[in-house]
């Protein structure tokens, strides 16, 4: 049975940082790419980073330079640091996992940045 769990969300100060992780569990077939989205308040849900098995990242503009994607293939966990939060960072995060043909998504966590 598959599983995607997220941790890590919370209500945090403008500027302030939080970390989230993504442990992933049944999958049948090697993962190959894991990742956030974000989805805010009358938004789109939308990437934010992804990370693929050699290392390779990719980041949404508008957090380069203050997030950070990583990933522990043997734990097949993915981490999202998250540093200079700002307001509109608020939203629901979503881990994915893209494993063989299919890509399994997490319940999603909270981010709030609120003063």
């Known amino acids: 049975q598959v599983h995607v769990v997220e941790s890590g969300g919370g209500l945090v100060q403008p500027g302030g940082s939080l970390r989230l992780s993504c442990a992933a569990s049944g999958m049948q077939y090697s993962i190959t790419r894991m990742g956030w989205y974000r989805q805010g308040s009358g938004n789109q849900r939308e990437p934010v980073a992804t990370i693929i098995s050699s290392g390779s990242t990719n980041y949404a503009d508008s957090v380069k330079g203050r997030f950070t994607i990583s990933r522990d293939n043997a734990k097949n966990t993915v981490y999202l640091q998250m540093d200079s939060l700002k307001p509109e960072d608020t939203a629901v995060y979503y881990c994915?996992?893209?494993?063989?043909?299919?890509?399994?998504w997490g319940q999603g966590t909270q981010v709030t940045v609120s003063s």
């Open positions: 994915s996992v893209k494993s063989g043909f299919s890509v399994y």
